[in-house]
Structures are given as C-alpha cells and as structure tokens.
C-alpha cells in the first residue's frame, strides 16, 4: 500500500528516527507479457505509464529503462518550464503542459517544487523589441500570459544584468511569462515513477531493448531485452536522445540528429536571480536554484554526438557571455558540467504518435526541451497507445509532416536555434 | 576540442569549421517521378549512427571550402578526412587525416 506524504507523515517518521519511510516503488522482475511496453524511464516514459494506468485504466503495463530512471535527460536539464511559443499547435500543446505542472505535485501527491518565478527573453536591439511584441501578440492570442517590460523594469527585476548603454549587450526590453518557471527534475521523475507504481506499472531498471520482434504482417510482438524476451503488441518509445537507434533497431528513419547540449551548475550563492533569465543573441539562460546554485545553459555544440560530456568551445561562448553580460558573476565558480544528447528535428517540434512500424508509437524529437512537456508527452503518447488514434493535440506533430511539408517550425519560439 | 585537417589548409581547431551533417546524400531523380514520400525522406531522414558517421565540413573560417570527414559520433575519434568528390572510406580504414 502506497504511503501517503502530508505535513503529519514528516511529523510522524521524525518522532521515529526516520526509520518508517517505505521505497516509493518497487524493482520488479519482468513478467513474460504486458499490455503495454513503454521504452525509457525518464520522465516521458514514466508518465506515460502513470497516465495508462490513471486515465486508461491499463495496468499491465512495464517501463523499461536501460540505466536507472531519471538518469539521461531528466537528470541533465535546466528545468526550465515555460510555454512562450509562436505557433497556435505549439501553445496549445506546451501550455497544456505547464497547465497540468501547475497542478502536479497535489496530483501526484509528491513535491515537484514547481516555482512560478516568470521568464524573460532580453531583446538586445529595437528590432528585437518589435520581434518581441509580436511574440507577446501571438502568444495573448493563444491564450498564452505574455508581458513587455521597459529597461527599467528589467533594470529593477535582475538588478545583476548589465544594463548600461555600453554593454556587449544593451538591453532594450524583454519579453515576460510569469506563468513560466522551474521545477525540481529528479521530483518530477520520482513522483510520476512512484504514482504508476502504485497503480501497477512495472518499473523495471537496468534493462536494455535491444531488439524488436515482429509479426508476418510487420506489427510489433515484443521486445528482446537484456534481461530476456517480453512479448507485447503495443509499445511506446520516450527515449530522447536515443531515438534514431531505436528506430534502426525497427527498419526505419527519423529526421533527427542527435547533439550534445551542455549544461553548468556554479557554487552556492545567496539569492541574486528571482527569475528565468534568456539572452538569445547568446542562446545563454540562467536560473538560480532554491540551494543557491546558477542553473546555466547554451547552445548545442557544434556537431552530431552521442558523447555525453560536450566540447569546450561551447563552454567558453557560454560562459564567455555569462561574465559578459553579469560582470559581478565573472568571479563565481562552478561546481559541475554537464552534457544531454538531444534529438534535433528540422522543424524544432516534436514528433509525437504512429511510426512506420504496426504497434510501434513515437514520443520524441523534443530537441533542447523536453523537460517542460513531460506532463503533455506524457499525455498524448499514451492517448495514442491506449486507443491507437492520435491525441488531438498530438495530430499536427505526426511524423507525416515531412511528407505532407506542414512543418511548424518552432525555433523562433525557443530563442535558441536548435 | 577536435582539431581538424582541412585538406587545403592543414590542422585548425575546431572552431573554423562548420559541420554540415550527413554527407554522400543522392538527390533522388528525374523530378517528375518522385513521390512526396521519396521526396520527404531526402529532404528530412537522417543517418544518425551512434560510432562512425561520413559527415560534411565547411572551413567557414578558412579557405570557406567543404570536404568530408569520418567521424565517431561517440568518441569523436576522427577517422579519415577526404575530398568531396571522393568515395567514402572503408568502415575500418584506419586512414590518417591528410
């Protein structure tokens, strides 16, 4: 039985020398079949166990992670959530997103410590802050809040920034998302993993696809694993990075490449940055985590990679036009590197639903974002393995649009050119 | 960092060059007979290998020439480096850079 988290549980456990805490989740061993397979426990994968389970009530369901859940992309981000997006398929689907963080801790019961501290993207030119109103319009259009702010308010707001005529930088305004923020990555990942647990999904870790069976007709009958054969006609695959290799384990091709994306973590510093903070003439955004941490990300690097480490150009640009642009912080040091390999699509979105192989079904190519839909990834993919059509929101991001040329092509929305 | 011998100029940091992706692409043809889908899967599909990987380089802040390079995607272990018109190297062409 599920151990339920309050204020009297905490209470409770420290008049017990925290001795009473159950794991959150079992380590099952595989079961021969399952109705459903969801390839990759990270936050994708695990969400959409979790909402198999909850909104279509299938349980024999098993995600299958080749390390230990969290520990790709989930565990490498910058945890940035927003839906600042242009097109009217993109906000409707991220802000679908950041709708369901909104409410995710009470619904998993598990604190996934979404802070609402609001984005702003620097417009470094006048031809910036036009671009920027036009965003806002398009954004309060979709139903998205959106805000202007003057050089003095962002002057007042994050009083570190180099604001002076002769910056490398000027600033000339932003654009601001309050509704934007951050969340706690690994809570995110933990509280979907212990919430499809408890509705019986099986989490089984350290367990590698490393083959697909087919039938005379092509469709999907399982997986071979490293720890042996589980038969299936269903399966899901969220795992970002890695796609294109499980796609050349089923026949077929994706439009992805994948990049490195690197990410830097500084020492503990008292509170300096209340908000997300985006320059995209340098493709750097920042975050001050609650321990006091600089949360800082770049651009890709330079060239397709699997090496999870990155390169060191890109550390210097990034980190070049972070002592740049917040000359108190040239002196701080950082404690920690890092590198995800992202799938990076021409259009930058998604690809979400049937693939070209019977029973096999895509959640992927979220290139440098997908921590800030988990929530709606997770959503649709299941939508789409629980009744085999399309999640309406899901419909404009098929893999057809490479066909049919309706591509949304969203690296504007980003700021970053990915 | 990689260092990178364009065929022209010699090794240079990484930092000159410009990676181009996949390279050795065949434009499918005559125009007329190409379905959308043949036509989707040039424009879009990739190989995406996780180990070797022919890709395009552009000197962009050299001799702005292009050439091809042989390259691991997860050691980033160079292979080979040859011209453009030139047949891609055999996969265990210990080929140095030229």
Redesign the interface.
């Known amino acids: 039985m599920k151990m339920r988290y309050s204020a009297w549980t905490v209470f409770k456990q420290g008049l017990g020398g925290q001795r009473g805490w159950k794991p959150a989740w079992r380590s099952p061993d595989p079961k021969p079949d399952y109705e459903v397979v969801v390839i990759g426990g990270g936050g994708h994968g695990l969400a959409t166990a979790y909402y198999l389970a909850r909104t279509y009530g299938i349980r024999r369901v098993a995600v299958l992670e080749k390390g230990w859940i969290g520990g790709g992309n989930s565990g490498r981000n910058t945890t940035a959530i927003r839906s600042n997006y242009y097109y009217r398929a993109s906000a409707r689907m991220y802000e679908h997103s950041l709708k369901l963080y909104e409410r995710l801790s009470k619904e998993l019961n598990y604190n996934v410590m979404f802070s609402q501290r609001g984005m702003i993207s620097l417009a470094h030119s006048p031809h910036d802050v036009e671009l920027a109103h036009r965003q806002a319009g398009a954004m309060r259009l979709n139903g998205v809040d959106a805000d202007f702010l003057t050089p003095a308010e962002i002057a007042r707001r994050v009083p570190i920034l180099d604001m002076s005529p002769e910056a490398r930088f000027p600033v000339f305004g932003g654009l601001l998302q309050k509704r934007a923020g951050t969340a706690r990555h690994d809570a995110v990942v933990w509280g979907y993993a212990r919430a499809a647990d408890a509705l019986g999904v099986d989490i089984i870790q350290n367990c590698e696809v490393t083959g697909f069976r087919r039938g005379a007709d092509g469709a999907v009958t399982g997986v071979e694993t490293s720890r042996g054969p589980i038969a299936t006609t269903r399966i899901g695959v969220a795992v970002a990075g890695h796609s294109s290799r499980l796609a050349e384990m089923a026949g077929f091709r994706l439009p992805i490449t994948s990049y490195a994306l690197q990410a830097f973590v500084s020492e503990p510093l008292k509170p300096v940055l209340d908000t997300v903070i985006l320059s995209p003439a340098t493709g750097v955004y920042m975050s001050q985590s609650d321990k006091g941490g600089l949360v800082i990300g770049g651009g890709l690097d330079l060239y397709p990679s699997y090496a999870q480490r990155g390169n060191m150009p890109v550390i210097r640009n990034v980190l070049g036009a972070v002592a740049a642009q917040y000359p108190a912080l040239g002196r701080v040091r950082l404690l920690r590197q890092w590198a995800g390999i992202v799938d990076v699509v021409p259009d930058s979105s998604p690809i979400i639903g049937a693939s070209p192989v019977p029973g096999l079904f895509l959640d992927c190519g979220w290139g440098t974002g997908g921590f800030k839909a988990i929530p709606v990834g997770g959503t649709m993919l299941a939508h789409q393995l629980a009744t085999l059509t399309p999640h309406e929101l899901a419909e404009p991001f098929s893999l057809e649009r490479f066909t049919t040329g309706a591509l949304i092509d969203e690296a504007a929305g980003s700021g970053i050119a990915h | ?2 260092q990178i011998s364009c065929p022209w100029c010699g090794p240079r ?3 000159e ?3 181009g ?1 996949q390279s050795h692409i065949i434009r499918p043809g005559p125009p007329e007979e190409i379905d ?2 043949t ?3 040039y ?8 180990g070797d ?1 022919l ?1 395009r380089w552009l000197h962009a802040a050299g001799c702005r020439r292009w050439f091809n390079v042989a ?1 691991d ?4 272990r160079i292979r080979a480096v040859y011209h453009m018109i030139e047949a891609a190297p055999a996969i265990d062409d210990e080929g140095s850079a030229r």
Do not use: Q, V, Y
């Open positions: 960092m990689l940091d990484e930092i060059f410009r990676c992706g959308d889908a036509w989707g899967r424009l879009s599909e990739k190989t995406n290998p996780r990987h890709e390259r995607t997860a050691t980033h």
